[in-house]
């Protein structure tokens, strides 16, 4: 036998492309000595792209096959690469920076293992709508589909929770693709688009141009998306808007993502109108603003669910009615007629019947509307108005926050929110992790700028609040950033802690450790008659932790202890953490359970700093199948 | 409890029907994937689909058969529409079209039976592509429920092997959905 070894099909030429692709994952693959003047590969061309759509950060873990780009980025000093400790908290610190700055976030990781780890990062940004752009390694061209050395078919992964996604299999692709996915990922509805790039078109030399903008948007005849709503459409909300007695706006995402702030503000004031806002929404509107009514859905202000309940016009603008904010649709707004703005055609018709839809952009739709909107007399609205004022007094009287609750020195979470807030002249960005804490920050964190919530909204993805909030912190350090984590989420990705000490990230870290799952233990008790499981949570002592790590921290326990160490932490230049002991049995109220409607809140709140014992726990509810009776 | 009385109706609870969807597409690898992902990851059925590429050689053509209500159908268009590669959707079920399949069918035979199954295939415009001594390959093509009918007839003679190749449809008139790719 001539050919020794034992390779299938040896002398085709797939079989030798194969062996070459094997040597090259092993081989030093430096083009030439640091000396001398080396080739542009692929790699610096995705570099030079990146910097080009104006991203100044890569988020990213080295691998095999990633490394001939990790070999070029000293050559590209204007490109900042963060090293994080787990690839989840690259696409989450993305994430963070992207929402914070309404700039493309990026982040890396190399082939199989590295590439699975951002997925739960990508899901999140896809159901936020976050312009992202996520790259992968791959195994060089020719070993795609042998099983290689951590290979994976990412892009089959990724396919469903992406905008778009690319395999990338030349060096000269890279400039066209990379342009083409920021263009995705930050235009019409925007999301994370993923490009997979082959090991082998990362080191190839290439002499391939960037492409100009408008070379962009002629190669994608299947995507323009439509940003002006339709006149006729826009005619006909205005007239419905001069009919309407008991209007409400519900405002979402989608007006921050098009910076119609302003226009909001001014259709608000112009035609009267109260604006509520759904989770992603917070920020749309200064929360002091007489015309800011409040925070929707199952755990939102009863007052404002009550104003949807009795509304006869809705306006819905970048929002999707997802079943957090509608609760059972057949119950909601039973008086209202739905108008409903949305870039993306898809989000109208599909959770709720729309009787005025319109596709386009809120900063145009919105644009196009004000001339035609006739100003409303304020006196018009006095009773509306003067029971919508009734509502919101009743109910925030019964909730805690500023009623001095914090009793008998336990530490409540909405207290704890509102000395954050406060303590930082309510101008931080508030990044949330999942559950009661994501809450207690979404009710309480009193917002006033626009972008300075950040939240996991859609897929709910617990650990998100400090990388999420390291993203922040880079991407506009001219404001305090908060990460606010329960116990459970924070320990999900307190791996950080040594990234944000490594890089000086002055993230500012608030743990509300309340040693449970919260969220668990608040269902357990309402929805499942208190038959308690896996909520009990342990965690080590933070203190000595943050000490291990390098990082300033106080413990706090009582509410006379919380505005010096908020303002110790804030003083610190760089990360700090505080560790809020806080009460352990607190729920978050009102909440709707699931399969409820927006009229059918819990609103129970407690007398005393443990508002509801295991004992107390009342009727079992069932979540799929809810009956009468349930505690009310 | 609940405020009012009337109870809001829910998207899409209306009337269900067989829906002929065409779409226009990249003709590039994986796009097939993104579609059928699509459709798989939002609960749509896919009845049947045929796929091929068009007079450009850079884009294919789909057909799909959904079964659904019209809102059901149009939030399938509406989610098809949103994938780069999809260039044009067109719900053509209302439009006056031309919707045809293609079927093999191999049916058993013995001598005796064989002539009996010849003349039910040239009843119904079908061929014989295929005489041996054991079976006979019917090709008919035509509407789908055509084919459906001419199956029904075979069925009592065995039918071996059928296949079909999902509806593929063009509307009537000088229309074109593939000049309507705005580029």
Known sequence: MAEPGHVPGAGSSAAIASERARREMLRDARVTSRGGVRPRIGADALCEAILLQGSDTIWGYPGGVILPLYDVLADHPGLRHILVRHEQAAAHAADGYARASGKVGVCLGTSGPGATNLVTGVGTAMLDSVPMVAITGNVPNALIGKDAFQEIDITGITLPMTKHNYLVRSADEIPYVIAEAFHIARSGRPGPVHVDITKDALMGETAATHPSAADIEAGLPGYRPKVDGHPRQIKLLAEAIAGAHRPVILAGHGVLIAGAERELLELARAAQIPITWTLLGIGVIDEKDPLAYGYMGMHGWKHVNRAIQSADLLIGIGMRFDDRVTGNVRTYAPKAKIAHIDIDPAEIGKNVVADLPIVGDAKHVLDALLPLITKVDPAIRTDYFAELATWRTESEGSSWHGSGGFRDGVLSADFVVDRIAAGSGFDANLTADVGQNQMWVARYGAFRRPNSHISSGGLGTMGFALPAAMGAAVAVPEKVSWAIAGDGGFQMTLQELATVVQERIPVKIALMDNKKLGMIRQWQEIVYAGNYHSEQLAGPDYLKLCEAYGLPAWKVSTPDQADAAVAAALAEDGPALIWFEIAERQNVYPMMPAGKGLSDLIDKWGDDGEDVTEGDAGPRLDPMHPTEGGPK | ?183
């Open chain 2, 1 to 183: 409890m609940s405020v009012g009385t009337s109870a809001r109706s829910l998207p899409g609870s209306g009337e269900e029907r067989r829906h002929l969807i065409v779409a226009i597409v990249n003709n590039k690898p994986g796009v097939l994937n993104r579609v059928a992902s699509l459709m798989r990851a939002r609960n749509f059925n896919i009845e049947s689909l045929a796929v091929s590429v068009t007079e450009r050689s850079d884009t294919s053509r789909m057909t799909l058969t959904i079964v659904g209500d019209e809102v059901h159908v149009e939030q399938a268009a509406k989610q098809l529409y949103k994938l780069i590669d999809v260039l044009k959707v067109q719900d053509v079920t209302d439009d006056s079209t031309v919707e045809h399949e293609l079927a093999l069918i191999k049916v058993r035979a013995t001598k005796r039976s064989r002539p009996e199954i010849v003349s039910v295939a040239e009843m119904h415009r079908a061929k014989v592509v295929d005489l041996g001594d054991e079976a006979v390959i019917v090709e008919v093509v035509g509407e789908p429920a055509d084919i459906d009918a001419l199956v029904e007839l075979l069925r009592e003679f065995g039918i071996k092997e059928l296949v079909r190749t999902g509806s593929v449809v063009m509307s009537r008139g000088s229309g074109s959905i593939e000049e309507q790719v705005k580029r």
